[in-house]
């Protein structure tokens, strides 16, 4: 395919609903969806994407039952201990994005296990959004700036929207695409600064169905779009 997105983000929606309409319950959703983010790591690799940002945990999912929280954290530790060996051993680099704090220590050992493991990896980035928030990540870059500037490290003159990048918990591209699937149709406050010329695609699908093929269909249509960047058309 030409014309691959560079970077492309996925608000992986629909797991707990995925497993209600079974029947089952929400856990089996999110362990499906486990399987789901393994294999489309696998494919966007293949593609040659060079980043998947992925949503895995909202700052305000810690609002949801203690029991589903436990649940949620537990899976992530055994994915990155246990189940991401194909990942890295495909030359994926895992990184993380969001706050430390309140994580637990053993999630927060499990990440950093595997952001050393995969730190020379250079086939393409997971980046793996956990205890995250779009606008408490632009607070927390807006705290650095304000700190380097009290210390003379930069000027005011310095700061753009590219320097800014910079400040973000991790210094990726922009996205190109940015999929959510799951029905609903908004942002959540997912990755708002990176996201400011992505072309959206929303699909029904829940995402523990949203496997290689409908990626495909994403892509397909992310390479119709004419991105003209506040430009006009060209044709
Ligand atoms: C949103 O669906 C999904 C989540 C809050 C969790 C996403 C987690 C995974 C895909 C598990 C694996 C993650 C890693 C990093 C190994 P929802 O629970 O909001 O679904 P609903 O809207 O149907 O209730």
């Known amino acids: 395919m030409n014309n691959i997105p560079n970077h492309v983000a996925i608000i992986m929606d629909g797991n ?13 959703g999110h362990k499906e ?3 789901t983010l393994e294999k489309l790591a696998l494919y966007a690799k293949k593609l040659g994407i060079k980043v998947l940002s992925v949503y895995a945990f909202s700052t305000d999912n810690f609002k949801r039952s203690k029991e589903e929280v436990d649940f949620l954290m537990d899976l992530v530790i ?4 246990n189940k991401l060996n194909k990942v890295c051993d495909e030359g994926i680099k895992i990184i993380f994005s969001g706050r430390r704090e309140p994580l637990r220590d053993d999630v927060l050992e499990a990440m950093d296990k595997i952001v050393e493991k995969t730190k020379n990896n250079t086939n393409c ?6 205890n995250y928030g779009g606008q408490e990540e632009i607070v927390d870059a807006s ?3 304000a700190n380097d500037l009290r210390i003379g490290k930069i000027k005011e003159n310095d700061l753009n929207r590219e320097t800014f990048l910079k400040y973000l918990y991790q210094d990726l591209p922009p996205i190109d695409l940015l999929i959510r699937t799951g029905k609903e149709h908004r942002l959540s406050n997912f990755m708002l600064y990176q996201s400011f010329y992505a072309e959206i695609y929303f699909v029904d ?3 523990p169905d ?3 093929n409908d990626f495909d269909i994403a ?9 003209t960047f506040g430009n006009v058309k060209t044709n």
């Open 16 to 28: 707990g609903r995925w497993a209600q309409e079974k029947g089952k319950k929400r856990s089996e």
């Open 33 to 35: 969806g486990g399987k």
């Open 78 to 81: 055994h994915y990155f201990n």
């Open 125 to 130: 980035i997971l980046n793996i959004c956990i």
């Open 143 to 145: 705290i650095k700036v």
């Open 205 to 207: 699908t829940y995402f």
């Open 210 to 212: 949203f496997l290689e």
């Open 219 to 227: 892509i397909e249509y992310y390479i119709s779009r004419n991105r």
